[in-house]
């Protein structure tokens, strides 16, 4: 199986950058692809981006496009979602999750980290 936790969540204000981190330990990481969630109270959890396992395709929710990247290193079993401009609507938990098939934004995957808390101020 797959280990996944999750860090560099805070506060921060509007318009500020967040940088998470999900490191991964276990089975073979470049194996897998990756995605970032998040969910909000009283919400669903939602799709936000997504990674291919060689990093060369990545699918991203509307709302995340243009602000949000994820990013991944194979040789850290690390994957990233780099935050810019951030909104107060951004303010979630937010969670990765490894993928052992194709990924993308309708993927059921396999594993999940426990979260990491970003909130946006106004």
């Known amino acids: 199986q797959v280990q996944l936790v999750e860090s560099g969540g805070g506060l921060v204000q509007a318009g500020g950058s967040l940088r998470l981190s999900c490191a991964a330990s276990?089975?073979?990481?470049?194996?897998?692809?990756m995605g970032w969630f998040r969910q909000a109270p009283g919400k669903e959890r939602e799709f936000v981006a997504a990674?291919?396992?060689?990093?060369?395709?990545?699918n991203y929710a509307d709302s995340a496009k243009g602000r949000l990247t994820i990013s991944r290193d194979n040789a850290k079993n690390t994957v990233y979602l780099q935050m810019n401009s951030l909104k107060p609507e951004d303010t979630a938990v937010y969670y990765c999750?490894?993928?052992?098939?194709?990924?993308?934004?309708?993927?059921?995957?396999?594993?999940w980290g426990q979260g990491t808390q970003v909130t946006v101020s106004s």
């Open positions: 999750a490894a993928d052992g098939g194709r990924g993308g934004p309708t993927a059921t995957y396999d594993y």
């Open positions: 990674i291919s396992r060689s990093g060369t395709i990545t």
């Open positions: 276990g089975r073979t990481f470049s194996n897998y692809a």
